[in-house]
């Protein structure tokens, strides 16, 4: 089998010899029947981007002056509770928290974790609230400059295997698994998974993606831990962890979903072509990647089976929104269902736009243009066509942090 190490390919790099692909340019050129060669390729950036519930962060922050109150019981940040501890700081005035990415304000179950995380990155003024033991209330605000240490833990993160929903039954299901209750009668499906580019989908068993190794997390070195939770060869993830005060907002934040605020995030891994196996895995595509569909309310009931060419194919990664057509109404349904809150006011703010396709599929005034296509599929040995209404993985997010990582391993800043 040819082979080759790791060394030899950093010497390439660093000679401004390695051939480096990001995986979406390595995928386009295998359907065109130009792939190149184990001889011909170095690396290959993978990444994905999607709603990742098992977020949290671990926060450290001083709230008032040291002997203000023996130690913090309760602590919530815009109103949105965090879990005191494990260290007392006993008199200090400061706290440490782990926050939990899916846990909702206490007054509004679309705002949490996730949303809360990308707006203290963003520096705006967090409201604190800390409830003593010993019966004090302390409220103070709060910066990303006040912050002392901010440590994202994802307990499972990057997927390899999801599952699409879709609504069989009568009844409209409310789920994580879609940004509104779920109607039924089969009239829509919603998707979570990058596919191809995804980095599980290129390293098939964990050749190259190993505890210890380097990746980026919402644009920020990190690490990965090892497997994450639910973990299993058939249905692989990664527990990964890196430093919140260097990631980019522009890579995570809230995900308002049917049972309130998600959080989603992104990551890009290289896969260093060390051996012939390891090329051979990277020549998967869309239309090799099985996806089972099942009932929303059944979850691991399948219904059937598609894969994610048929989901992804060529269509849209964002709405274009034509302000023409829109009227203004007085209660306007994208700006309430928007996940990501990327619609206010007759703006459609592109930076926070995640591509799900809510805003195109439920607007009645036709205002934004998007195709997120359709599925055929067999169902109860009937064929069906369902739209495609929510999709809550990011492929534009994933393929910007694959180029921005394949950047910084041919500049010499992300080292192999």
Same mark, same amino acid.
Request: one cysteine or more; glycine letters at 8%.
């Given at each position: 089998?040819?082979?080759?190490?790791?060394?030899?390919?950093?010497?390439?790099?660093? *000679?401004?010899?390695? *051939?480096?692909?990001?995986?979406?340019?390595?995928?386009?050129?295998?359907?065109?029947?130009?792939?190149?060669?184990?001889?011909?390729?170095?690396?290959?950036?993978?990444?994905?981007?999607?709603?990742?519930?098992?977020?949290?962060?671990?926060?450290?922050?001083?709230?008032?002056?040291?002997?203000?109150?023996?130690?913090?019981?309760?602590?919530?940040?815009?109103?949105?509770?965090?879990?005191?501890?494990?260290?007392?700081? &006993?008199?200090?005035?400061?706290? +440490?928290?782990?926050?939990?990415?899916?846990?909702?304000?206490?007054?509004?179950?679309?705002?949490?974790?996730?949303?809360?995380?990308?707006?203290?990155?963003?520096?705006?003024?967090?409201?604190?609230?800390?409830?003593?033991?010993?019966?004090?209330?302390?409220?103070?605000?709060?910066? #990303?400059?006040?912050?002392?240490?901010?440590?994202?833990?994802?307990? #499972?993160?990057?997927?390899?295997?999801?599952?699409?929903?879709?609504?069989?039954?009568?009844?409209?299901?409310?789920?994580?698994?879609?940004?509104?209750?779920?109607?039924?009668?089969? $009239?829509? /499906?919603?998707?979570?998974?990058?596919?191809?580019?995804?980095?599980?989908?290129?390293?098939?068993?964990?050749?190259?993606?190993?505890?210890?190794?380097?990746? /980026? !997390?919402?644009?920020?070195?990190?690490?990965?831990?090892?497997?994450?939770?639910?973990?299993?060869?058939?249905?692989?993830?990664?527990? !990964?962890?890196?430093?919140?005060?260097?990631?980019?907002?522009?890579? @995570?934040?809230?995900?308002?979903?049917?049972?309130?605020?998600?959080?989603?995030?992104?990551?890009?891994?290289?896969?260093?072509?060390?051996?012939?196996?390891?090329?051979?895995?990277?020549?998967?595509?869309?239309?090799?990647?099985?996806?089972?569909?099942?009932?929303?309310?059944?979850?691991?009931?399948?219904?059937?089976?598609?894969?994610?060419?048929?989901?992804?194919? +060529?269509?849209?990664?964002?709405?274009?929104?034509?302000?023409?057509?829109?009227?203004?109404?007085? $209660?306007? &349904?994208?700006?309430?269902?928007?996940?990501?809150?990327?619609?206010?006011?007759?703006?459609?703010?592109?930076?926070?736009?995640?591509?799900?396709?809510?805003?195109?599929? @439920?607007?009645?005034?036709?205002?934004?243009?998007?195709?997120?296509?359709?599925?055929?599929? &067999?169902?109860?040995?009937?064929?069906?066509?369902?739209?495609?209404?929510? #999709?809550?993985?990011? #492929?534009?997010?994933?393929?910007?942090? $694959?180029?921005?990582?394949?950047?910084?391993?041919?500049?010499?800043?992300?080292?192999?």
């Amino acid at each position: 089998m040819k082979k080759r190490d790791i060394n030899q390919i950093n010497e390439k790099i660093d *000679n401004g010899e390695a *051939n480096i692909f990001t995986a979406e340019e390595f995928k386009k050129l295998i359907k065109e029947d130009n792939a190149p060669s184990f001889e011909e390729v170095d690396v290959v950036t993978t990444g994905t981007c999607g709603v990742m519930s098992g977020t949290a962060a671990i926060l450290n922050f001083i709230v008032s002056e040291p002997g203000e109150f023996i130690r913090a019981d309760k602590v919530y940040l815009n109103d949105v509770p965090a879990f005191a501890g494990p260290c007392p700081n &006993e008199w200090l005035g400061e706290v +440490d928290v782990i926050l939990h990415g899916t846990t909702h304000s206490i007054n509004d179950k679309n705002y949490g974790g996730g949303f809360l995380l990308k707006e203290i990155m963003e520096g705006k003024p967090i409201d604190v609230r800390v409830e003593s033991v010993d019966g004090k209330t302390i409220e103070n605000t709060i910066t #990303r400059e006040d912050i002392n240490r901010a440590q994202i833990v994802g307990s #499972r993160m990057a997927f390899k295997n999801y599952t699409a929903f879709t609504n069989p039954g009568s009844e409209a299901i409310s789920s994580i698994f879609a940004a509104t209750p779920l109607e039924g009668n089969l $009239s829509g /499906l919603t998707f979570s998974g990058c596919g191809e580019i995804n980095p599980l989908e290129n390293d098939i068993p964990h050749n190259v993606i190993k505890t210890g190794k380097k990746v /980026l !997390l919402n644009d920020a070195e990190a690490f990965i831990l090892g497997d994450g939770t639910r973990s299993n060869p058939q249905k692989p993830n990664l527990m !990964l962890s890196g430093d919140l005060t260097q990631m980019n907002p522009y890579y @995570f934040g809230g995900f308002k979903t049917g049972e309130g605020g998600e959080i989603y995030n992104t990551v890009a891994i290289p896969i260093p072509v060390l051996t012939e196996e390891i090329y051979n895995n990277l020549l998967i595509k869309d239309s090799d990647v099985n996806l089972p569909v099942a009932d929303i309310k059944g979850r691991h009931l399948p219904l059937t089976e598609t894969n994610y060419y048929e989901l992804w194919k +060529d269509y849209d990664l964002r709405p274009k929104y034509n302000k023409d057509n829109c009227s203004n109404c007085n $209660s306007c &349904e994208v700006e309430k269902i928007c996940p990501t809150n990327a619609f206010s006011n007759q703006n459609l703010d592109l930076s926070r736009c995640f591509g799900c396709g809510m805003c195109a599929n @439920f607007c009645s005034h036709n205002s934004f243009d998007m195709n997120t296509g359709s599925a055929d599929l &067999e169902i109860n040995g009937k064929g069906v066509n369902i739209p495609i209404i929510c #999709r809550q993985s990011d #492929r534009l997010r994933a393929n910007k942090l $694959s180029l921005k990582l394949k950047k910084m391993i041919k500049d010499g800043e992300f080292k192999l």
